[in-house]
DNA sequence: GACTGTCATTGATAATTATCATTTTGCGCG
DNA sequence: CGCGCAAAATGATAATTATCAATGACAGTC
């Protein structure tokens, strides 16, 4: 984990205000003047693929701004075996449950190269009193996380393996905005769907013999409606 | 669905302030001049077994705090076939996601006859921006809600079948408090734990069998050590 | 009390997926 | 550039689970 830079929260062309999700984020509803109740600075840091932000049970004192990348959320059962239970994007909030002094619930873990933004939980708990601009976005967040939950259960953890590698490869388009992103391990793409990575790989064997998807390294191309024309039809 | 009364919100025997589980629930913080801000008496309203609450993507008014019984979450998938994603307890809210004016994730149903408070959204959102009291509470249940999905994600839909019904089963004795509660139908087991009824039927046979679980008619009492050893021993 | 529909149980079989083993590929590093 | 390691691909087999079908238990109704 490495100190990317300390952004002064607003001021400054690194500061908040210009940053490009801000938007989305907790900060994007802050004013001027709310960014002045802030005491500490924002630190921002760089994780390269398979490094640990946070574990779980850890005593947690900051939330994590997704700024770009993707970090999973692991969980490890008794027998040794994990089970990613989210995949966070830019914009996503890493830790949120820690809200209230609870300790974190999963391994946060980077899949890929990624930054986050660093904000201390009682920077946050103080802000929150003072200002009623951040309860909005933290119910946003909050629907988010229970959205997310509802496509895992609802989607991704349902049916044949092959429906649930199509369907995670669409989610996979869905997040990242277009048709083309990084895949995750067979093994990760096993942990997300609670099937073997040796399935996966099979799967993903015949949908690239079908033409609809493509490998190149790290990245994937889908055809998008493509697969979902074939989530159609096979539909057994 | 059946009107049971009118608490008005604060006096009277039948009031919030008598209120069992209010501690829990989302009113738990509020202080007497928080509820004098409240504009509308509560509904209280009983629904008996099968009965829907809400369904998904109706327009809603509304959020409910489960009093008594047992609420599922469910949702359909393409095929016809339903998946329950979430069980909601006394003290649980049920339409949490309303907030901020979206629509219901799922549809809500009870499991027994059960009994809930409605709560108008708008005075939700009202006495969040004029008091403090909610505004923590809120955020322990959405807690709940993550919670919740972290236990299904992580520990309900993985391994053999057979330890998916024994988690479960642990669960709802958790959740119940002791190791009697109501046994949902082998269909609703089969949709929590993304199997089959009739696996799931034999694997409540094999149970008993071995004496770990006992059934009157829409009880189970089980043998909560004996079933965690059972995990522990067999974990394959 | 017979009827009827729903749900649980059980069996036989087929399909799917996990497991284990082996080979191949790809990539970082000296 | 090759070495060595880790991940992916692939094959063979066993185990698990779904599916289909039939039967049994039970509650509510006329």
């Known amino acids: 984990m490495k100190l990317i830079k300390i952004n002064q929260a607003w001021n400054g062309e690194d500061g908040c205000v210009n940053c490009?999700?801000?938007?989305?984020?907790?900060?994007?509803?802050?004013?001027?003047?709310?960014?002045?109740?802030?005491?500490?600075?924002?630190?921002?840091?760089g994780l390269s693929a398979g490094?640990?932000?946070?574990?779980?049970?850890?005593?947690?004192?900051?939330?994590?701004?997704?700024?770009?990348?993707?970090?999973?959320?692991?969980?490890?059962?008794?027998?040794?075996?994990?089970?990613?239970?989210?995949?966070?994007?830019?914009?996503?909030?890493?830790?949120?449950?820690?809200?209230?002094?609870?300790?974190?619930?999963?391994?946060?873990?980077?899949?890929?190269?990624?930054?986050?933004c660093q904000i201390s939980l009682t920077e946050v708990e103080l802000l929150n009193e003072q200002t009623p601009h951040l309860c909005k976005k933290l119910t946003a967040l909050w629907q988010q996380v229970q959205n997310d939950a509802d496509v895992w259960l609802g989607q991704l953890t349902v049916g044949a393996s092959g429906q649930r590698v199509v369907r995670l490869l669409l989610y996979l388009a869905d997040t990242a905005g277009k048709s083309e992103f990084v895949l995750p391990s067979g093994e990760d793409m096993g942990a997300i769907l609670a099937i073997t990575k040796e399935t996966v790989s099979r799967t993903m064997a015949e949908l690239k013999r079908q033409g609809l998807v493509q490998t190149e390294s790290p990245l994937a191309r889908i055809n998008y409606q493509g697969l979902e024309q074939w989530l159609k039809c096979v539909d057994q």
Do not use: C, W
């Open 51 to 116: 490094e640990t932000l946070y574990h779980a049970d850890d005593a947690a004192s900051y939330v994590y701004t997704v700024r770009s990348g993707m970090i999973k959320l692991v969980n490890f059962l008794p027998d040794g075996e994990y089970r990613i239970v989210r995949l966070l994007r830019p914009g996503d909030l890493a830790g949120i449950e820690a809200l209230n002094a609870r300790p974190y619930l999963n391994h946060a873990v980077a899949m890929q190269k990624s930054e986050v």
């Open 20 to 45: 490009n999700i801000r938007k989305q984020a907790l900060f994007g509803d802050l004013t001027r003047q709310d960014f002045d109740l802030l005491h500490l600075p924002i630190l921002e840091l």
